[in-house]
């Protein structure tokens, strides 16, 4: 049941996009932009959100360490304080025990009433008891109020050593909590490095389709169809001059010796960095940067002869334009790479020459894979109007 469910949501979900998509005009490109730029602000939000409660975190990790320092310290102090006072008691019971001592004598024997105490006579020695008991008093005194700061010190040594594996615990959670803190931020900054490129995509094609003069409430693809089909002036050559040096087909390849299928005509007679024009004007639908097999790649969308096509420029040394850009045939889109320029990146190409690959309908809208724009590809030679191999040519038109 809940599979079902699920299946019938997906198949809503392939019904209604790519309608909803193919509807858009550019009022709605516009609010998709407003919405992933409040996106975008979204994230840095939280970011700055996050990055405030680190500071707030670390702020209270040092506070708590700085409790734990002073606890110590407190400990130390009272810890000398308590040994310090139990010298102190055994020295107080020392001088109590002689007094005792004296006083059990003084109690017990009157012969050495004088000796002991010293006294002059009985009123003297009457006097000379009276302090002795002050001293005793005085004394235990003393030494209860010592027994008790020793006491209160234990208290305190437990209570700082509670209090220190509390802080210690909150000090781990803490930096647990800011340790997914940043995670957060690298996830929130690579959220928003991914709408930061749509912003970007998105903003160009816009301006791309109010160049085009797409009126704001005008269905875009049918928009650039209509401005592809009236701005078109047919084909052109791709170079001021050159020659084929490898047709479009089934060939030896140069690379592996082995007879393959070529996905474009060669054309050579071209140094590296000889500007590459476009051969129609339409819109740049795809660009590929430094792949290992094609280098720099250019994808054109077009529209000729009331027919769609995608025409591609490989192994460029360099691209002169950017993505939805709208070319005309007086458009430089690269320059010719594939020898010692493009070498660091490419590995499919022997030396200059530009390929030159077309195929049918629009890479990017009508399909979006390598193999299914393989699938539609035809012979740009024939197509456009090349000479034959190996001759030479020495105009666009
Ligand atoms: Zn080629």
Redesign the pocket.
């Known amino acids: 049941m809940k599979n079902k469910l699920f299946i019938i949501i997906i198949f809503l979900f392939i019904l209604v996009i790519p309608f909803d998509a193919k509807a858009e005009t550019i009022a709605q490109k516009r609010k998709e932009i407003a919405t992933l730029k409040a996106n975008y602000q979204a994230q840095q939000n939280k970011k700055k959100n996050a990055q405030n409660n680190i500071k707030t975190d670390e702020q209270s990790i040092k506070n708590k360490e700085s409790e734990i320092n002073t606890n110590q310290q407190k400990l130390t102090e009272a810890e000398n304080e308590s040994e310090r006072l139990t010298k102190e008691i055994e020295e107080g019971k020392k001088e109590l025990t002689n007094v005792m001592e004296a006083y059990q004598v003084a109690s017990g024997d009157n012969v050495y009433l004088e000796y002991v105490f010293e006294a002059t006579s009985y009123e003297d020695l009457v006097y000379r008891y009276a302090i002795m008991e002050q001293v005793m008093s005085y004394m235990n005194d003393k030494i209860d109020s010592y027994k008790d700061k020793i006491k209160k010190n234990e208290e305190l040594k437990v209570y700082i050593t509670n209090r220190e594996a509390e802080l210690n615990n909150q000090i781990s959670s803490l930096n647990s909590e800011i340790e997914s803190l940043y995670d957060d931020i690298s996830k929130y900054d690579r959220y928003a490095n991914d709408i930061q490129s749509d912003i970007k995509d998105a903003e160009g094609f816009l301006n791309y389709m109010v160049n085009l003069g797409c009126k704001d409430s005008e269905e875009l693809s049918a928009c650039q169809a209509r401005v592809n089909s009236t701005n078109n002036i047919g084909w052109t050559k791709p170079l001021v001059k050159g020659k084929i040096t490898?047709y479009f087909g089934y060939r030896i390849s140069p690379i592996t010796g082995r007879s393959e299928g070529?996905?474009?005509?060669?054309i050579g007679g071209n140094s590296e960095g000889t500007p590459v024009y476009a051969i129609a004007s339409g819109t740049v639908c795809k660009i590929i940067r430094k792949a290992s097999c094609g280098g720099n790649q250019v994808y054109v969308c077009s529209y000729v002869n009331g027919k769609k096509y995608t025409a591609c420029y490989?192994?460029l040394l360099n691209i002169n334009v950017s993505l939805y850009q709208t070319v005309y045939t007086n458009t430089v889109v690269g320059t010719v790479g594939g020898g010692s320029g493009t070498r660091g990146w490419e590995t499919?190409?022997t030396g200059a020459?530009?390929?030159?690959?077309l195929g049918t309908g629009w890479y990017g809208s009508d399909y979006t894979t390598y193999t299914s724009w393989k699938s539609h590809l035809v012979d740009a030679r024939t197509t456009i109007g090349l000479p034959k191999m190996g001759v030479w040519w020495y105009s666009r038109y």
Do not use: A, E, I, K
């Not at 070529?262 to 060669?266: L, P, Q």
């Not at 020459?353 to 690959?357: D, K, N, S, T």
């Open positions: 490898s070529h996905s474009g005509t060669d490989m192994h499919c190409s020459h530009l390929h030159l690959g």
